[in-house]
């Protein structure tokens, strides 16, 4: 992973923040997280960098309507491993701008 697009992709991934031995998940990893932010400055303007930014705390914090269900906490360790933009699809809509972002990444890189 050395692009902000791949970190960017990375940092979308759900499959990620399911607690592993060891390893950072991408909101606890600071080269992911910069080129998360790298990425999304060079793509959106500064209006729409702050809303993808606070819909990437709800995602990582797993806050709002669907996020926080039981059931999208459990699809992180099982469905998000195998299908991450199902994943999106089924508990995205609690952050639309950032849903969007992460389908287009997490189907051009990749998973």
Not at 88 to 97: E, I, K, S
Request: proline residues 6%; charged residues 25%; aromatic residues 10%.
């Amino acid at each position: 992973m050395n692009t902000p697009l791949h970190m960017a992709a990375h940092a979308l991934n759900p499959k990620w923040y399911v607690p592993r031995d060891k390893k950072k998940t991408p909101n606890n990893d600071q080269e992911v997280k910069d080129g998360f932010m790298a990425f999304i400055s060079k793509v959106y303007t500064s209006e729409e960098s702050a809303i993808i930014r606070s819909q990437f705390i709800q995602f990582v914090r797993l806050r709002g309507p669907r996020f926080s269900t039981q059931e999208c906490k459990e699809d992180r360790a099982t469905l998000a491993q195998i299908d991450p933009i199902g994943w999106w699809d089924l508990y995205g809509d609690d952050a639309p701008h950032l849903k969007q972002l992460a389908v287009k990444l997490l189907s051009q890189v990749g998973r």
